[in-house]
């Protein structure tokens, strides 16, 4: 290696040496049904500042007593507004950091063809025997699912035909796999690009159940992490609002 070569390696270590430490690495607790779009958002912001993204999925509820319990996210994405709200409340976020990242959409999704018509009537029909939904005691689509089903006066009906995911990943995996016909999933699990990626689905009128307003907020273990902070501001920006919105999320 000639000393010009040298010279330039030498400068090549030191520039990587410097944005080695100024990049840091969040943890972020993130509900279910984000986590297509999370998946994606995460790999530009890596990109665009250098800095690392340790994603958890799962249940709000769950996540909820995991919080509660010490676990390290430094960030978290709720599926609902009321938890963030709630962890506020206690002391256990940075002081006005809370916001609506996004707004979800309920789904009504069979893997079949044809199955599910516009309207959802076919769950007033007899030709299914398993309804899948997430747990409305720890996932918010699993709560407006439950609202839905009342709204429509169809609550009694369907009781002995609920198949209960954890979450709203296995509400969908119930769904894809056969092991129920039809099920209440996120909008975003089937959909990109401005329609449905297949089977059939009815997607839910806002108006048969509360909405479902997706808050953000940084959690008391990451507000000394410059990661938490640009993650967050990252997932305020222009260019991850279009990236959710390609998922059937609103804004």
Known sequence: MNRRTSRLFLLLCAIAGVQAAYADEVQVAVAANFTAPMQAIAADF?????HSVVAAYGATGQFYAQIQNGAPFEVFLSADD???AKLEQEGKTLAGSRFTYSIGT???WS???GFVDGQGAVLKGEGFQHLSIANPKTAPYGLAATQVMAKLGLTEKLAGKLVEGQNITQAYQFVSTGNAEL???????IYKDGKV????????????HEPIRQNAVILA??????AAKAFVDYLKS???GALIERYGYAR
């Open 82 to 84: 009321s938890t963030p």
């Open 183 to 189: 099920g209440f999933v996120a909008l975003s699990q």
């Open 46 to 50: 890596e990109k665009a500042t250098g």
């Open 238 to 240: 222009d260019k991850a």
């Open 221 to 226: 273990k990451g507000k000394d992490n410059p």
């Open 106 to 108: 309920l789904a009504l």
């Open 197 to 208: 990626t297949g089977g059939s689905a009815w997607i839910v009128p806002a108006n048969l």
């Open 111 to 113: 893997a079949k063809d």
